[in-house]
């Protein structure tokens, strides 16, 4: 089945400890991107990737990082979570930027 | 500045009635694309349809039709005879060319309910 995948779908974690949100897609798609969403706000785009070692700022960069070290996996990397990243995070994949997305289950991190 | 804006918040319409959500959306570039994305209540992200800037054809699928008009910048999605089950936040999202890729932006949304 084509998906987009997350891991963990839940995490509650303190100020301050290293953690990662995995991403992984089975549609050999080259683009992929991760997403915030907070209430009010919308989704913004915090990293995205055209390809394998291409990676750029979205919107929300500060407090992330990410890499593209293969081209199905593209984590999202906070190395200092603090309370304002608290939030419901997706990653989306497609064949380029300029066509429709599919998004992962979503990640429900929050940061105390 | 807000690339694109969905202006309703919240719409709420009784069963049947048609609803139009409105996108208004903001750029320089000559090519870039629009998208519909819609995100029922159990919190996935469905895609609904793409349009690219050099298409202005409107577009009906069933009971879900875009007006597209780039004199207004606008990508506006009705929904006609509208369900319960279209109940939903949806968003309208604007894709551009950047250097390293495409850069995605997408509205606050707006949250509709559709009550029997």
Request: glycine share 6%; net charge neutral.
């Amino acid at each position: 089945e084509a998906q987009v995948t997350q891991n963990p779908r839940y995490l509650i974690t303190v100020t301050g400890k290293k953690l990662t949100v995995t991403c992984s897609q089975n549609m050999n798609h080259e683009y992929m991107s991760w997403y915030r969403q907070d209430p009010g706000l919308g989704l913004r785009q915090i990293y995205y990737s055209m390809n394998v070692e291409v990676t750029d700022k979205g919107d929300v960069p500060e407090g992330y990082k990410v890499s593209r070290k293969e081209k199905r996996n593209f984590p999202l990397i906070l190395e200092s979570p603090s309370p304002n990243q608290t939030s419901l995070y997706f990653c989306a994949s497609s064949f380029g930027g300029a066509v429709e997305q599919y998004f992962g289950p979503g990640t429900r991190l929050t940061v105390t | 500045a807000q690339k694109v804006t969905q202006a309703q918040t919240e719409i709420s319409v009784v069963e049947k009635e048609d609803v139009t959500l409105d996108c208004v959306y903001e750029t320089r570039d000559t090519t870039y694309y629009l998208f519909w994305y819609k995100q029922p209540p159990s919190g996935e992200l469905v895609f609904l349809i793409r349009r690219n800037s050099f298409d202005e054809q409107n577009e009906i699928s069933g009971r879900y039709s875009w007006n597209f008009q780039k004199s207004t910048s606008s990508f506006n999605f009705t929904i006609t005879a509208s369900q319960v089950v279209d109940s939903a936040v949806y968003f309208c999202a604007l894709s551009e060319a950047r250097d390293s890729g495409y850069a995605l932006n997408f509205g606050k949304g707006t949250s509709l309910l559709v009550t029997p």
